[in-house]
């Protein structure tokens, strides 16, 4: 279902170290998979997407794999950066073009 | 405009005061989302348009709050004798009917009641 307000899971990473955010999505049938990058005071932004029919996708620093045996997402982010310091949220898209958005995670790049 | 537009970007209201917040998807686009996010939360479902579709009003969390999407395009979130917790940011987001694409979200109107 969708995510409630509840404070965020945060997940501390050295810069130059590789980040790794899970999620655990909650629809069998969802068939579309994105990750939002949400910076301080600004609305989310959309990194990277997976259909279902795939398990791995690579952008620029960042990979998103798929296991829908066990319906969960992750997001590695390779040589973090201290502008990759964000709320990173996780959307699955099911029935009637619907999307369902994770509660999110907070990263944290220490210089 | 090329994405979604919000306004306004502040609001600053008395407690017990109506409210009226706007959101201008992009044109075209079928599906308009409605979310709240505290600070320092995550985002907090309230209202799903999608064409001509009811609204999935689930979300909303009492009956001061509704949304309308007039013509297909602009929707409005009325919150109605705003209460202290109602302050929060409110997020707008429109996709369209095309599978496999994004949602794309607007900067958000901060509300502050006081």
């Known amino acids: 279902g969708e995510s409630v307000g509840l404070h965020l899971p945060t997940l501390s990473v050295q810069e130059g170290d590789n980040s790794i955010i899970n999620c655990a999505y909650s629809n069998s049938a969802s068939d579309y998979f994105i990750w939002y990058k949400q910076e301080s005071g600004k609305g989310p932004q959309f990194i990277i997407d997976?259909?279902?029919?795939?398990d791995k996708r690579q952008g620029q620093r960042v990979t998103v794999l798929l296991n829908k045996t066990v319906k969960h997402l992750s997001l590695q982010i390779a040589a973090t950066q201290p502008g990759d310091s964000a709320v990173y949220f996780c959307?699955?898209?099911?029935?009637?073009?619907?999307?369902?958005f994770g509660k999110g995670n907070q990263v944290v790049v220490i210089p | 405009g090329a994405g979604v537009s919000q306004s306004p970007s502040n609001k600053v209201t008395e407690k017990g005061k109506d409210v009226e917040l706007r959101c201008d998807p992009i044109?075209?686009?079928?599906?308009l989302y409605w979310y709240r996010q505290s600070l320092g939360q995550g985002l907090e479902f309230l209202i799903y348009?999608?064409?001509?579709?009811?609204?999935?009003k689930s979300g909303l969390p009492s009956d001061r709050f509704s949304a309308e999407r007039t013509g297909g395009s602009v929707s409005t979130l009325t919150i109605q004798r705003t209460q202290q917790e109602d302050s929060a940011v409110y997020l707008c987001a429109s996709s369209s009917q095309n599978a496999n694409t994004e949602a794309f979200f607007g900067q958000g109107t901060r509300l502050t009641v006081v």
């Open positions: 044109s075209g686009h079928t599906a």
């Open positions: 997976i259909r279902s029919n795939m």
């Open positions: 959307a699955e898209r099911y029935g009637n073009n619907r999307l369902a």
């Open positions: 348009f999608q064409g001509n579709s009811a609204p999935d």
